[in-house]
DNA sequence: TTGAAACCTTGACATTTATCAACGTTTTTC
DNA sequence: GAAAAACGTTGATAAATGTCAAGGTTTCAA
């Protein structure tokens, strides 16, 4: 399992760095099953995981027990909360397995361990967290500015994997509609 | 206007950094009028602003012509096109100041120059990445979960000052509803 | 200072989207 | 493999929100 994180930090840093070794043996594997939680909110997140194999989402649970999806996460991403997980201080969401998943896992000492010693690692951190925001401005972007038909378009040309891998019931709560109004607008896309 | 800086800079560290004045020095000051844009959508951006006094707004123009805010900045913050910044590649967003501003700002080449220099200058951007960041998902999460009501709900609770400080149209916008509804719904608030 | 422009509010109405219910289909679980 | 649960779709209807127009007010710029 640890041969795609040690593929996916060299083609990240566009070298392989020193210590590669050192930084992989800080992950441990771990297996879920469909629907496993990986962080409740309110839980202080102590990991940070790398997808292998299979999807997560990070969510938040509104007032009428519904889910609102904020981002999904695929194969060779990083998952966590990441300003509770820094902090140490309570998620404002939760993360779950969409499906099945193979993950690794590294703690948060052995995380801060990483950072201290390797130049290399802050960069690919640094690096993460700049996409991490700018996808978060995409979103942003497509829901204060389009209407329901817009975003399933626009997901359509910029995201197909989402509309194609997952369930229209999750794809509708990641838009911000209801199940019925995207059953009744994707024809129209 | 450069003690502004000095001081968020020392607060935000914690401590005094060693180099504080030669970082300082990488800046140079900047005023402009109400309504004065920064950055247009596909340029590239070549400044990281500091706002000392004023508001600067984040946008982007959508099909019928409206603009749509996603993030406002107040004194004491730090403004850029991120991604594009760090990549230099056209922007994704306009940048505009929403009042007459007193700005300092730093050239691509000497924000680079300054992290590769100092330590505490990567760390200090590290931490604006990460606040950042936490609100762009609180943005995503209240478009997501909430309903106009509760979303001027929440600004009224976590974020009075825009509701206080800016007029009802942009602050509708940031919202992502109309002025009417603005209006309609800000008395039940 | 003054005319022009932009803004805020309100009403009437149109459009979009949500909700509820029903039912056939698919998936999960034991 | 069979029962139960979750899902996807459709229709009817309700609720939320947008659009257009008008008029009073405030702000801006010459």
């Not at 690794?104 to 201290?116: D, G, K, R, S, V």
């Not at 700018?134 to 979103?139: I, P």
């Not at 990641?174 to 209801?178: A, K, Q, R």
């Given at each position: 399992m640890k041969d795609y994180l040690r593929q996916h930090?060299?083609?990240n840093l566009g070298k392989t760095p020193d210590n590669l070794?050192?930084?992989?043996?800080?992950?441990?594997?771990?297996?879920?099953k469909r629907n496993e939680l990986l962080l409740?909110?309110?839980?202080?997140?102590?990991h940070v995981f790398f997808i292998v194999k299979g999807c997560l989402q990070v969510f938040v649970v509104g007032k009428n027990g519904n889910e609102?999806?904020?981002e999904f996460f695929f194969e060779n991403n990083w998952t966590t909360d990441i300003f509770g997980f820094q902090n140490q201080l309570p998620a404002k969401e939760s993360i779950k397995c969409v499906e099945p998943c193979q993950l690794?896992?590294?703690?948060?000492?052995?995380?801060?361990?990483?950072?201290?010693a390797f130049p290399e690692f802050r960069e690919m951190y640094k690096h993460i967290l700049e996409v991490s925001y700018?996808?978060?401005?995409?979103?942003v972007n497509t829901l204060t500015a389009m209407n329901a038909l817009e975003r399933i378009q626009w997901l359509n040309e910029n995201q197909p994997k989402i509309l194609t891998r997952l369930s229209s019931k999750i794809v509708a709560s990641?838009?911000?509609?209801?199940p019925e109004t995207f059953t009744r607008l994707k024809g129209k896309a």
């Open positions: 930090i060299i083609s070794d050192q930084v992989l043996a800080a992950f441990s594997e771990r297996k879920t409740r909110e309110g839980d202080i997140c102590r609102s999806v904020r690794l896992q590294i703690h948060y000492e052995q995380f801060q361990a990483m950072a201290n700018n996808n978060a401005v995409y979103r990641y838009l911000g509609i209801s």
